[in-house]
């Protein structure tokens, strides 16, 4: 789709310049009232603690209801004005870039039984969106991961999603984070508060000055401490919107003792050149769905606010509770 629309320009350009140019400036408008219109999101991990099922379907397509949790993560981009997935996946995620195509035959066979409302939900995505993917040869850390999305980034704002957390509450997390980012001029990361006893499996950050309610400036993070090091029991959770300068910064530190390299290391290098990093303090629900026990919490949470299977679930509960 991209070089059908790339290819489109350029015959654009040389066959009717007024028109090509009168396109460019409507992209150019609404990437600046957008800020935002790129998103990475990380899904090459190996998905062992799902093994033996993640052999061959990946975790980010294990079903919530009755969409993949992916599609929550697209849907979740799209709702804060982001049109550009850029997917970092390995060699055995292909069916995420099925899920996100046409299928010709399904299309088909829809329409003859008049029920192509039933993949309507994903229609309204390819309308939507682009997608890229990139794969990542070999499991290098977070920072590695994003560092391959390097040559689709220009001069920009870009979000990057871990598409293990689902969030959901009265807004959409992204968008708000987006917002603070072009009012302060600084790259955003979502945070969450957890209990002191649990900031020993999350990076957590030390508070510089408080901003408004939920938004604040902080001047360090710290990678996993243990509960009497932490600074704080705001925990990183899996959403960013960062500068373009993070990936020089990915470029000059130094892998970890696990060879890896982090995209929290990475934020801190950036933050001493100088940038200004703010954290969000979400509001809201968030699941983790890249364990077993935190997947099971999202399809019972998620199910139960369901206008149609929520009922239904709640009965179920009730009578095997007894």
């Known amino acids: 789709m991209l070089r059908k629309n790339v290819l489109g320009l350029s015959l654009l350009l040389i066959f009717s310049p007024i028109k090509a140019n009168n396109i460019q400036q409507e992209m150019s408008k609404k990437n600046e009232q957008n800020h935002v219109t790129k998103s990475v999101i990380l899904a090459a991990g190996l998905g062992t603690r799902f093994l033996p ?18 599609q ?33 035959g399904l299309e ?78 600084a790259s955003v990361i979502a945070v969450q508060e957890v209990p002191m006893e649990k900031v020993s499996s ?13 938004v604040f400036e902080i001047s360090q993070l710290v990678e996993k401490p243990k509960q009497e090091d932490a600074p704080s029991n705001m925990a990183i959770v899996g959403r960013y919107v960062l500068s373009h300068k993070i990936f020089d910064s990915i470029e000059k530190i130094k892998p970890g003792r696990t ?35 935190g997947w099971i919490k999202a399809v019972i949470g998620i199910s139960l606010k369901d206008p149609y299977y929520g009922p239904k679930v709640r009965k179920f509960i009730a009578d095997i509770v007894k």
């Open 53 to 70: 099922l993640t052999k061959s379907i990946p975790k980010e397509m294990l079903p919530i209801l009755n969409k993949p949790a992916m």
């Open 72 to 104: 929550y993560i697209v849907e979740e981009g799209l709702g804060a004005g982001i049109t550009n997935f850029l997917m970092i996946t390995s060699s055995s995620k292909y069916a995420i870039a099925n899920y996100f195509d046409f299928d010709r």
């Open 108 to 185: 088909a066979y829809l329409s003859e039984k008049n029920k192509r409302e039933m993949i309507s939900s994903v229609d309204n995505i390819l309308g939507k969106s682009h997608f890229t993917y990139i794969r990542q040869p070999k499991p290098l850390g977070t920072g590695h991961a994003v560092l391959m999305a390097k040559h689709c980034i220009d001069k920009e704002y870009f979000a990057i999603i871990l598409p293990d957390d689902l969030f959901f509450g009265d807004t959409n997390l992204l968008e708000s984070m987006i917002a603070v980012s072009k009012k302060e001029n």
């Open 202 to 214: 999350y990076g957590v950050v030390k508070v510089k000055k408080q901003i408004s309610s939920n």
């Open 259 to 293: 060879g890896e390299l982090q995209l929290t290391d990475a934020i801190m290098h950036m933050m001493q050149q100088g940038e200004r990093i703010l954290v969000y303090k979400l509001d809201g629900n968030r699941y983790d769905t890249g364990n077993p026990l």
